[in-house]
Every structure is written in structure tokens, then in C-alpha cells.
């Protein structure tokens, strides 16, 4: 099991802000013309009232690093992501950010032997409100894992 | 801005297809979700990880998965995303993006919506997955 002694251990969150030019820009990224993203007359006059941000967004975040935990740089894939919101994603709001490992387990493949990662990441408000929780699954295929110096 | 369709179970999303992928688009997105890997900006980073070129961020096509709801959000929003990856998306890849609704109901919060969606090049489908979208009580249809 690789990083198994991190396995439950958390980064020291960080604060960050939905900034409306980084929401502008992730939109333009995504190629996504929703004017609730962008437009602040249409935000305002929406049931938000505010500027909305993509349901992706989060990915832009800081979550700190879990002190110690150093992944190889690259080969690693991504395997599965999953986010769940308690309310929607507002410009202007202020995230206390952290990520976790869940969990690590090996599983053989056809190419080998795969360690598999789940990542936490959760927002909470100033209030101590969980907005949104993302569940990511990491691959580490057999290649790479000599890189992992686990 | 769309009106919100009665979607019951069976109903399908309109398919879309946005443009293919091309490399401004993969610096855009790098720059903008903070993403520095290099194997989805340069083709000998991609050769030395031993891919064929240089390949999209899997977060690119969830969000692009995601704008088949986006002209609904003035209604509603997404309240759970999930996907899968099961392919990877190159350079010039044009990916169709589509779903159908699996469930309607009604809940506390207000009207659940859950969708099967998917993302595809051709007959391969590199992500699938599922979302929840949810119009909150108040909301007319």
C-alpha cells in the first residue's frame, strides 16, 4: 500500500477566495457562455444574486499539502472524480480548504500491480459550513511506482 | 438561458459537440485551473511520459460534460458530479457530449434530477459519469 502511513492525515487548510476574474477565466476556459458566470447585471437579477461559479471550479484551488506526502511528478492518472455541493459556488466567497487521503489500496491489473489513491478535498465557509466535499481517485500504475519512493 | 423542460426518466439531453480540443484551449485551461503538468502543453513532455502527444486535462472534459447543464442553471444547479475517465483525449479529438435523465423526484430541498452523461470521440467513450441537478423548492418549472 503505498503512503500508508498517510493514509487520515490532513494538510494545514488554506483560505481561498472566488475570485470573479478567475471564475471569467475558468469560464472562457471551459468554453462555457453561461452570463451567470460573467455577466454581473444577470447575476444580480438571478436567484443567486451574485456572480455563479462552475461546478468545477474548486479545482482551482490551494489545499495544502499533507506534510511529507510527495507524489511523483508525472504518469500518474486520474481515474475518477466526484463533487458534491451543499449550495452552489458563489464569487466573493471565502473557503477554508483542505485535502485528505482517504485511503490507499493496491489492486493487480492486467499491466501490473496499481496502487490507488483517494484524495479528499472539502470548502468550508467562515462559518464552519461544508459547501462542497470532491473525492478524487489517483492511479499509480507500476511504472511510476518506483518513482513514489514508498 | 433555456426554460427548465419537465424531464421525467428516459428523456434525453441534446447532444453538443464543441470544438476540438486545440492547444489554446489546453494553455487557457492550465492557466486557469493552476494546472502545471506539462504533458498537456508540451509534446516531449507527453513522448517522455510515453504518450503519443501531448493530451486534455480529465477536469476539461468533466467541464465540458457540464455544459450540458449550464443553460438551466438560471433554475437550478449541480449538486453532485461524478465521473469516470476511461479514455484519454488528444489534440483535435471533437467529443460529443450528451445524457439522459435517469430519475425525478421530489426532496426536501426541492426537485432532484439525475442524469447519466457522457463524453465521447467517435464509439470510445472516454468519461461517463453521473449527475445530480437540483431545482430548490420556490422555483417554478
Redesign the interface.
Known sequence: MLYRRFVGRSSEPVWNVVERD?VR??A?????????YRDEKTAKR??YGRL?A???FP??FDYGRVEGLELPS??L?????????RR?LLVGDELLCRLTLKDSYDKEGRRGLLGFLLFERTGEDSEGNLVFTTNDTVVVTE?VRGETSE | MSGLPGWKAGDELEERTPPPVNRDQLKKYAEASGDPNPIHLSDEAAEAAGLPGVIAHGMLTVATMGLLFSPYLEHGHVKTFRSRFSGMVFLGDGLRVGGRVTNAEQTGEGRLYTFQVYARRGRDTVASGEVEFLVPEGVQP
Open positions: 478567475a477565466l475558468f472562457e476556459a471551459i468554453a462555457d457562455p453561461s452570463p451567470l438571478s436567484r455563479l462552475p461546478p468545477t479545482r482551482t508525472a504518469g492518472i486520474h481515474g475518477e472524480f466526484r463533487i458534491s455541493y452552489p511504472a
